[in-house]
């Protein structure tokens, strides 16, 4: 199977070609744009999350942190609280142990202070002890939390620049669409006009063109003429052209002889194809000189020739006299 790009027109205008190769051309940059547009959409979707995320950890540890702090105070409080029992108990000791007579109720009440002391200062050491870990654990936040600051400000940065490149990329990309746009209307409006030039009458003189038609093979081994029409033999896959400027108005097949093309050429002229055919047109189709229609199949086993006529107003013509002189 032949692709479509193969169906090359000898005669189509050289505006609706340029106009083609350019939608192309366009197309694909729209194509490199919208695929570059939507990664920088999906970085910078990815950029704000983490983003956002830090934000929030970082109001995180804010919070964290005023709860240490808050506890810092409190066991501070708790300390001067601890030092001031420290020093009356202290008082209390130095006092009782300068009296000259001491009883057994003295020596007990001795032991209880001295206990309360022991009790009071292993309170004052663990509080310390403490305050020296919130204090760690107020270090270890703010440099996590500067840490979080500084990826904020990163990450600010790419965005901006993310944000900048996505709005370049977006205007390219909505520039390339108004052309591209632009390039269809124009496309489609060289294709009006032709098909205007076509129905209005540019192919409604074919029959001036008698005796002046080429084959619709080129390359073939040998020919054969019929009452009315050419049988062409040939080897291999060649490609079949239009006689002349025209409409397809029908294609199909035909029992015993294959495929079929009927072209439409003004004035109730028609040309028939009929082969083994590998057909590259659809009825409707505007076709000029020279346009492919189709190509041979090369099925490996014996094929039939093909077969061409003229008819006009439905009643087959002698083919041969339509034809150029080199071909008779």
Request: aromatic content about 8%.
């Amino acid at each position: 199977m032949y692709s479509l790009s193969m169906m090359a027109y000898s005669a189509i205008p050289s505006d609706i070609t340029k106009l083609k190769g350019d939608l192309v051309l366009h197309s694909k940059k729209l194509d490199w744009l919208k695929t570059d547009l939507s990664k920088l959409e999906n970085d910078l979707g990815k950029k704000n999350s983490r983003y956002i995320q830090g934000i929030k950890r970082s109001k995180g540890l804010g919070l964290i942190m005023e709860k240490v702090r808050a506890s810092l105070k409190e066991n501070e409080l708790s300390l001067k609280d601890n030092y001031q029992k420290i020093k009356r108990s202290l008082r209390l000791t130095i006092a009782n142990g300068i009296t000259q007579s001491e009883d057994i109720d003295e020596t007990i009440k001795k032991k209880i202070l001295v206990k309360e002391i022991k009790y009071i200062i292993s309170q004052f050491n663990s509080q310390i002890a403490k305050n020296v870990s919130y204090q760690n654990e107020l270090l270890k936040l703010r440099v996590r939390i500067k840490d979080y600051q500084t990826t904020e400000t990163e990450l600010q940065k790419i965005m901006n620049e993310l944000e900048f490149r996505k709005k370049m990329v977006a205007e390219n990309y909505f520039e390339e669409a108004s052309k591209t746009r632009k390039i269809k209307n124009q496309l489609e409006t060289a294709k009006g006009e032709r098909i205007k030039r076509l129905k209005s009458g540019a192919f409604a003189r074919f029959s001036k063109l008698k005796g002046k038609l080429d084959l619709p093979m080129r390359v073939f081994s040998r020919k054969k003429y019929k009452k009315k029409g050419v049988e062409l033999f040939y080897k291999g896959v060649k490609p079949i052209y239009s006689i002349g400027k025209g409409r397809i108005i029908y294609i199909g097949d035909l029992s015993n002889y294959g495929n079929v093309i009927l072209v439409d050429h003004g004035e109730d002229i028609r040309s028939v194809i009929l082969g083994d055919l590998d057909i590259q047109v659809k009825k409707g189709d505007f076709v000029d000189h020279g346009s492919i229609l189709g190509y041979t199949l090369d099925t490996g086993r014996k094929k039939s020739p093909l077969y061409f006529e003229i008819r006009r107003k439905n009643m087959a013509q002698n083919s041969k006299e339509w034809l150029k002189k080199r071909y008779i």
